[in-house]
């Protein structure tokens, strides 16, 4: 394979690039939790990889673009990665310090070092191997080219800010949860939270913590269970029901407990979806809320819930119910999109208009020529962990005939 071949084929010449890499396994797209389980996979295979980052760590997401409080939302024996448990002592739920602090190890323990700060913006498939162009900060440029391409960017590589009619004319603060780290500089203040998933009700959680006034937008149905039933994880009860009731029966089961713990949750105008939570999970992947104490507030009158936003005003809001209320800063907990239609060029893996595989798990990890998947199931670490394993097991099987 020769990085000169064919320097026209991209209708650009390469020697626009100061640097051309050819790497003599996998390429993988993606420092997070997928792309480094997929690394380890390979190296424990024997197949080498180059992991391209465009931030300057590991685990960016995490490191750089969640609030201070924030814990894994599932046990941690769901979390782990192959090979490596967590350690010992750390609690059943471990902090966002404990688990970067995890990622880190892992990648010191499998000689993962990611070349970092680099921004992939184009991925394409050109006679046999895929060339792949990233950029530095500096502006620098170089191409990478490989037998085989890893995607493993992610779900939430970009972060989702929808443009409301009146947001340029509201004068208070507008921030995604990817820039919100704390309700300390918020206190005293009323704060609307646009976004009623784990993170908005979280955040909202810990905006009543620092002594601000939170409400919340509950525009559409939302599933809250206890994050634990039956004094065992709520997720670790659904996968031991699963294994002996089908889907709907252990929907079922959970949604009489949630009753039981919580209450008639519509009567706080958050409406349960039609289709129960591990269902809705598996055609949709919505996740369900595991509730951590936000709805206690809620319940008390000290978190406000609000319907969708009609418009926003120069003080606050309007919602679709008619009501005006004054706020004096928005956070949107309006979530992440994957951002692989804007550089892989590619028709037949992943779908162009949400970036996300067009096959449902567990059938979404490969594609053709070479083109993998990993981080983009729907279902956390664990299904990015199952996947890694795949990849590394298929590109094994090539590298034997080849080497």
């Not at 598996?282 to 418009?311: C, E, M, N, Q």
Request: aromatic share 8%; proline share 5%; glycine share 10%.
């Amino acid at each position: 394979m020769d990085c000169n071949d064919d320097q026209e084929s991209n209708g650009e010449s390469l020697r626009d690039h100061r640097c051309c890499v050819v790497a003599d396994g996998a390429i993988i797209v993606g420092a997070g939790p997928s792309g480094l389980a997929v690394a380890a996979c390979l190296k424990a295979k024997g197949v080498p990889c180059l992991v391209l980052e465009r931030a300057r760590c590991v685990a960016s997401l995490w490191q750089l673009k969640t609030y201070d409080r924030l814990r894994l939302h599932l046990p941690r024996k769901f979390c782990e990665l192959p090979f490596m448990p967590f350690p010992r002592g750390l609690p059943t739920y471990p902090t966002k310090k404990q688990f970067v602090s995890y990622l880190e190890a892992y990648a010191e323990a499998f000689g993962i070092r990611p070349e970092f700060d680099a921004t992939v913006g184009s991925a394409e498939y050109d006679r046999g191997v895929w060339r792949v162009i990233a950029e530095g900060s500096e502006g620098e440029r170089k191409e990478y080219v490989s037998r085989w391409l890893v995607v493993a960017t992610g779900e939430n590589a970009e972060a989702v800010a929808p443009r409301i009619e009146g947001m340029g004319e509201f004068k208070g603060s507008v921030v995604h949860t990817s820039m919100y780290k704390s309700g300390d500089v918020y206190r005293g203040k009323r704060i609307l939270v646009v976004g009623c998933g784990n993170s908005g009700m979280e955040v909202c959680l810990d905006l009543f913590d620092h002594n601000a006034r939170p409400s919340i937008v509950v525009r559409d149905t939302v599933h809250v269970l206890p994050r634990e039933m039956l004094g065992i994880s709520t997720f670790g009860l659904s996968m031991w029901l699963l294994k002996w009731f089908p889907i709907r029966a252990v929907d079922r089961l959970l949604l009489l407990l949630a009753r039981l713990a919580l209450g008639d949750t519509a009567r706080l105008g958050l409406n349960r979806p039609w289709l129960g939570p591990l269902e809705l999970k598996s055609l949709t992947g919505k996740t369900p809320v595991l509730d951590i104490g936000t709805l206690a507030k809620i319940r008390s009158g000290h978190i406000k819930v609000f319907p969708a936003i009609r418009r926003f005003t120069k003080n606050g809001a309007e919602f679709v119910d008619g009501r005006l209320e004054d706020f004096d800063a928005v956070v949107l907990a309006t979530g992440y999109k994957s951002n692989v239609p804007a550089w892989l060029k590619e028709q037949g893996l992943f779908s162009e208009n949400d970036g996300l595989p067009k096959r449902p798990f567990p059938n979404g990890w490969k594609g053709e020529n070479g083109l993998y998947a990993v981080g983009f199931t729907k279902r956390g670490l664990l299904g990015a962990s199952i996947d890694a394993t795949r990849i590394a097991n298929d590109i094994e099987r090539i590298w034997k005939t080849q080497h």
